[in-house]
């Protein structure tokens, strides 16, 4: 039930069940959650940090997104700590949330029926600044998947050289089936709960999936009902109520000027280069926008249920007709039309096409490419992965590409254009000004290369990936920050 579970007896007898979750999926083998502790330990020989690795493991052995991101980033930090030992106790500190927020969400469907959701807002990390990040409305979303995406997003702000902490939330509600009085309904519900927990000095929420600008408008809305405050406790609002230029596009953005330093130190441009972009939403659409700009050829786009697949890549109008069907929760690519082109059903991934592939942009979701879909873009010439999504690719995927000299783009870094341009939009709203879309668009460009850089450094300091370079940099700001300010 995409929508909520029921709470009336009679629709519980209907459906003979409360609504309740499905059980979580099986720990994935990368993330170490298995009953196997030389499986969760394997490559970590620093015995501090297999200590620390054994507790999370302990204490959260039902959360196998969460670990999975623990893993991979303990991987990377390892020759740190043969440096710094003392920063073993801030690693520790990192892996638990600051604080952990569940609440209930009531709200009456459209035909008066009593519906009830789940909440969640995971703080993970004020260190360096104000929590800031996404609230996800999905079905399936729980407990782990916000902590793991809110320990990612303690990373990603750290890269951004804004002073953001972190954090993640959202709800099991699906807007996909839902009309827009029920969105709006569920969403005053639950920011009436929400609201006690943010400020924007305190957290600031922005989108993500199923959280678009509709959603925060409903958001914003309630909240100031709610408070009678006018301020950045909220991001990504429309431009003519405290918005910020480029925040639809951000994202999409920044990862295409992410991978524009990707291939220019390797003394090539995106012009010509043919790319595979996954998902359709908010990411994927302005991701393929950019790389259209910069001349490259967008191959394919996707959604849950299929791709499509444009041989000669997708023209500026065959992009806005995506665009098009996906401005509603309820578009589905299967609704494109093209004489050039072909619609895949049967919830197909794009990354199965037999032809050349330059470079992969895995925008829709986190594990979407395992290892023989790594293969497959391998086996076709892929030179060039960028996460547009957070952790798209399994940490076998990931190795894959690695041993194959992919040159690989992390999430954190290459995603990040988003929560930068929120932490512009907080800081214009702080002082009530607005900056024109050249000075926000140069602004995350900037920041975009700084990102770059940084990962870049640190990559070569320590002789490791860009990856593990990106979360080393990263690592060293919070981690430093935290050890300064004590046990806290």
Request: hydrophobic share 35%; aromatic share 8%.
């Amino acid at each position: 039930m995409t929508k909520g579970a029921t709470a009336t007896a009679q629709q519980q007898s209907a459906n003979g069940s409360r609504g309740a979750a499905a059980p979580a999926p099986p720990p994935p083998k990368s993330a170490g959650a298995s009953a196997d502790a030389d499986t969760w330990l394997e490559g970590i020989s620093h015995e501090g940090l297999r200590r620390v690795l054994e507790g999370v493991a302990q204490r959260d052995h039902d959360q196998p997104e969460f670990l999975e991101a623990v893993h991979e980033v303990a991987s990377s930090v390892q020759p740190v700590l043969e440096r710094r030992p003392e920063l073993v106790d801030a690693f520790a500190m990192m892996c638990e949330p600051e604080r952990q927020i569940i609440f209930r969400v009531p709200w009456l469907d459209d035909s008066g029926a009593w519906r009830v959701n789940r909440g969640f807002r995971v703080q993970f990390s004020s260190a360096i600044g104000p929590y800031k990040g996404g609230l996800r409305f999905r079905e399936g979303v729980n407990l782990s998947i916000c902590k793991f995406l809110g320990f990612e997003q303690m990373y990603k702000n750290a890269l951004t050289t804004l002073p953001l902490g972190a954090a993640k939330g959202g709800s099991d509600f699906d807007p996909r089936g839902a009309s827009d009085s029920e969105v709006q309904r569920f969403c005053q519900s639950f920011m009436t709960e929400l609201y006690r927990h943010i400020g924007n000095r305190m957290d600031v929420p922005a989108g993500d999936i199923g959280v678009g600008t509709k959603e925060i408008g409903y958001l914003f809305g309630q909240y100031r009902r709610i408070t009678g405050r006018h301020d950045a406790s909220l991001t990504g609002k429309r431009l003519d109520f405290g918005g910020s230029e480029v925040r639809p596009e951000a994202t999409g953005f920044g990862v295409v000027f992410f991978a524009d330093c990707m291939l220019a130190d390797a003394g090539e441009e995106l012009k010509g280069k043919r790319c595979i972009v996954s998902g359709s939403g908010n990411v994927a659409q302005y991701c393929a926008m950019k790389l259209l700009d910069r001349g490259a050829k967008v191959l394919a786009m996707s959604d849950s249920r299929g791709y499509v697949y444009e041989p000669e890549g997708l023209t500026k109008e065959q992009l806005e007709q995506i665009m098009s069907i996906k401005a509603s929760h309820k578009g589905r690519l299967e609704q494109y039309k093209s004489d050039s082109g072909q619609y895949v059903g049967d919830r197909r991934k794009p990354y199965e096409i037999d032809t050349q592939i330059d470079c992969a942009f895995p925008c829709a979701t986190q594990n979407e490419i395992d290892v023989d879909e790594a293969r497959h873009l391998t086996d076709h010439g892929c030179k060039y992965v960028i996460e547009g999504a957070n952790m798209p690719c399994t940490a076998e995927a990931v190795r894959h590409f690695e041993e194959q000299g992919v040159a690989f783009g992390p999430a954190k870094a290459a995603n990040a254009g988003g929560v930068a341009v929120s932490g512009l939009e907080m800081a214009q709203d702080r002082v009530g000004i607005m900056w024109t879309r050249e000075e926000v668009c140069k602004k995350l460009v900037e920041i975009m290369h700084s990102i770059h850089r940084s990962a870049k450094a640190a990559a070569e300091e320590y002789g490791t990936t860009l990856a593990a370079g990106a979360n080393i940099a990263a690592f060293l700001k919070v981690a430093e920050a935290v050890q300064a300010q004590g046990a806290v």
